[in-house]
């Protein structure tokens, strides 16, 4: 209901916005620009913002989906690409090498301090945090189901799903924040009890979810945009915040040095602060939090924003590699 009424809302904005002339320039058709953008995310999720863009905007958005060591690599040649769309620890890893340049702005500025950088380096667009879901049956059943993670590692009786830390950055990242905030022997430790009610260790994030639905298991761990998408279907699922907070994936923008086409990177990250972004997004069922909380997206969903960590998970990659063969050996293979 809530993404709904947003939809409508976002719907009868836009359209007031086009019939008065002040929404796209539909009257030229010609491109007004281009730009470059290097990514990490799935093609899936900016293919649809790079053709809303560019039909509202006429500036075509050139998406470079690559992974975490080339985007690190291309990030370094200035003067080829204009801007990244990626995950906030490899920003802050450009920032603090020098690979971005300070951007500032009304949209920016609206951002809370704790999801952009200090010096304006790079600003979130949108968060993804990592919650529980629970089948409406099963919440029924029971008065005592978990409110958090300690809450979920003690509870008997209880059937988990959980997608495979190897199988997605996602998940692992959960692992890398309970290990950041908790330390490495707590968060083995609470996995070890958990793992005894884990009826899979799914492949995807969207499985969990399912499972969750069809009441295959009790409770779900994923990420919330995973749940709303199964919710906005009928499933009939409710999201438990961890009392003690969460994991999240924050996804910003940055400006790269030298970039050929700077101004024109500038309005496009702006614009992905929008509800007109977002409601791209949505539109394709991808439900995000928006980090611009002056946004309707922002209203609609923030009685779903979670207490997040307050300690970041930037491990290098040989830690991260380590933690993940630990937990293999201790958790998934020991028990």
């Not at 790079?50 to 040649?77: C, G, L, R, T, W």
């Not at 200035?78 to 690979?99: H, N």
């Not at 499933?235 to 086409?261: F, N, R, S, W």
């Given at each position: 209901?809530?993404?709904?009424?947003?939809?409508?809302?976002?719907?009868?904005?836009?359209?007031?916005?086009?019939?008065?002339?002040?929404?796209?320039?539909?009257?030229?058709?010609?491109?007004?620009?281009?730009?470059?953008?290097?990514?990490?995310?799935?093609?899936?999720?900016?293919?649809?913002?790079?053709?809303?863009?560019e039909k509202n905007y006429h500036v075509k958005v050139n998406?470079?989906?690559?992974?975490?060591?080339?985007?690190?690599?291309?990030?370094?040649?200035?003067?080829?690409?204009?801007?990244?769309?990626?995950?906030?620890?490899?920003?802050?890893?450009?920032?603090?090498e020098g690979w971005l340049v300070p951007y500032g702005s009304?949209?920016?500025?609206?951002?809370s301090n704790k999801l952009k950088d200090p010096n304006d380096?790079?600003?979130?667009?949108?968060?993804?945090?990592?919650?529980?879901?629970?089948?409406?049956?099963?919440?029924?059943?029971?008065?005592?189901?978990?409110?958090?993670?300690?809450?979920?590692?003690?509870?008997?009786?209880?059937?988990?799903?959980?997608?495979?830390?190897?199988?997605?950055?996602?998940?692992?990242?959960?692992?890398?924040?309970?290990?950041?905030?908790?330390?490495?022997?707590?968060?083995?430790?609470?996995?070890?009890?958990?793992?005894?009610?884990?009826?899979?260790?799914?492949?995807?994030?969207?499985?969990?979810?399912?499972?969750?639905?069809?009441?295959?298991?009790?409770?779900?761990?994923?990420?919330?945009?995973?749940?709303?998408?199964?919710?906005?279907?009928?499933?009939?699922?409710?999201?438990?915040?961890?009392?003690?907070?969460?994991?999240?994936?924050?996804?910003?923008?940055?400006?790269?040095?030298?970039?050929?086409?700077?101004?024109?990177?500038?309005?496009?990250?702006?614009?992905?602060?929008?509800?007109?972004?977002?409601?791209?997004?949505?539109?394709?069922?991808?439900?995000?939090?928006?980090?611009?909380?002056?946004?309707?997206?922002?209203?609609?969903?923030?009685?779903?924003?979670?207490?997040?960590?307050?300690?970041?998970?930037?491990?290098?990659?040989?830690?991260?590699?380590?933690?993940?063969?630990?937990?293999?050996?201790?958790?998934?293979?020991?028990?």
């Amino acid at each position: 209901m809530l993404i709904t009424s947003f939809v409508i809302m976002l719907g009868v904005i836009t359209g007031t916005m086009y019939i008065s002339g002040t929404g796209s320039h539909k009257e030229n058709n010609s491109l007004l620009g281009e730009i470059t953008v290097y990514t990490t995310l799935p093609t899936e999720n900016v293919s649809y913002l790079a053709e809303a863009y560019e039909k509202n905007y006429h500036v075509k958005v050139n998406f470079m989906p690559m992974s975490e060591d080339d985007i690190v690599k291309q990030i370094q040649k200035p003067g080829k690409g204009d801007m990244v769309l990626t995950d906030s620890r490899i920003l802050r890893r450009a920032a603090g090498e020098g690979w971005l340049v300070p951007y500032g702005s009304l949209h920016g500025d609206s951002v809370s301090n704790k999801l952009k950088d200090p010096n304006d380096y790079w600003t979130g667009t949108w968060y993804d945090p990592v919650v529980f879901c629970i089948n409406k049956d099963y919440m029924q059943r029971t008065a005592n189901f978990p409110l958090g993670w300690q809450d979920l590692a003690e509870q008997p009786d209880i059937r988990i799903g959980i997608t495979d830390f190897l199988a997605a950055e996602s998940a692992a990242n959960l692992y890398f924040f309970l290990t950041a905030q908790l330390g490495e022997e707590k968060t083995l430790a609470m996995l070890q009890q958990i793992h005894p009610h884990v009826v899979q260790y799914a492949k995807y994030l969207s499985t969990p979810v399912r499972m969750a639905g069809m009441g295959e298991v009790d409770i779900a761990v994923a990420v919330q945009s995973e749940i709303l998408r199964y919710i906005e279907d009928g499933y009939p699922l409710k999201i438990i915040q961890p009392v003690e907070g969460t994991a999240y994936m924050l996804t910003g923008t940055g400006i790269l040095l030298d970039a050929p086409h700077g101004e024109q990177a500038k309005k496009f990250a702006d614009w992905l602060l929008t509800d007109e972004a977002m409601l791209v997004l949505q539109s394709n069922k991808f439900y995000f939090i928006p980090c611009n909380p002056t946004t309707l997206a922002y209203k609609q969903l923030a009685v779903r924003n979670p207490s997040l960590f307050n300690q970041l998970a930037d491990f290098p990659k040989e830690k991260r590699q380590e933690l993940l063969d630990k937990w293999v050996k201790q958790v998934r293979i020991n028990n």
